[in-house]
C-alpha cells in the first residue's frame, strides 16, 4: 500500500520557521515530481512548490510567487522523503500543508488532478 505521511508541522510565530517532510512507503518516487499543496482557512488548495526527480538538467524546483525566496523543497531519494523548509513565516502561510506524489506529468505542475498520490496533511499555523 503506498502512503505518503507528512509531519513536521506545528504553532510558530510569525517571522518564524519550520520544516515539513514527507515519508513515502510502498514505492519510490525517484522518477517523478513531488510537490507540496496547502490549503488556508475557508479555501481552496492550492500549490505550494514542486520537485523534479535527482538529476534533471537545469531548474529543478518551482514555487508558488507567495513562497518564492522564503521556502525551499528538497528530496532525498535514499531516505524517500522531501522536505518542505519554510522560513520568514507569516498567518498568511496557515493552513493544512499536504503531500503529492505525479506518476504521470513531467514538469512541475500547478495543478491537482495531475498527482496520484496524497498525504493526509499536516497542520501549520503562524501566529502575529
Known amino acids: 500500500q503506498v502512503q505518503l505521511v507528512e509531519s513536521g508541522g506545528g504553532l510558530v510565530q510569525a517571522g518564524g520557521s519550520l520544516r515539513l517532510s514527507c515519508a513515502a512507503s510502498g514505492r519510490t518516487f525517484n522518477s517523478n515530481t513531488m510537490g507540496w499543496f496547502r490549503r488556508a482557512p475557508g479555501k481552496e488548495r492550492e500549490f505550494v512548490a514542486a520537485?523534479?526527480?535527482?538529476?534533471?538538467?537545469?531548474?529543478?524546483?518551482d514555487y508558488a510567487d507567495s513562497v518564492k525566496g522564503r521556502f525551499t523543497i528538497s528530496r532525498d531519494n535514499a531516505k524517500n522523503t522531501v522536505d518542505l523548509q519554510m522560513s520568514s513565516l507569516t498567518p498568511e502561510d496557515t493552513g493544512v500543508y499536504y503531500c503529492?506524489?505525479?506518476?504521470?506529468?513531467?514538469?512541475?505542475?500547478?495543478?491537482?488532478?495531475?498527482?496520484?498520490?496524497w498525504g493526509q496533511g499536516t497542520q501549520v499555523t503562524v501566529s502575529s
Open positions: 503529492a506524489a505525479s506518476l504521470r506529468v513531467r514538469g512541475f505542475p500547478r495543478w491537482q488532478s495531475a498527482y496520484d498520490y
Open positions: 520537485v523534479g526527480p535527482i538529476g534533471w538538467s537545469g531548474t529543478n524546483t
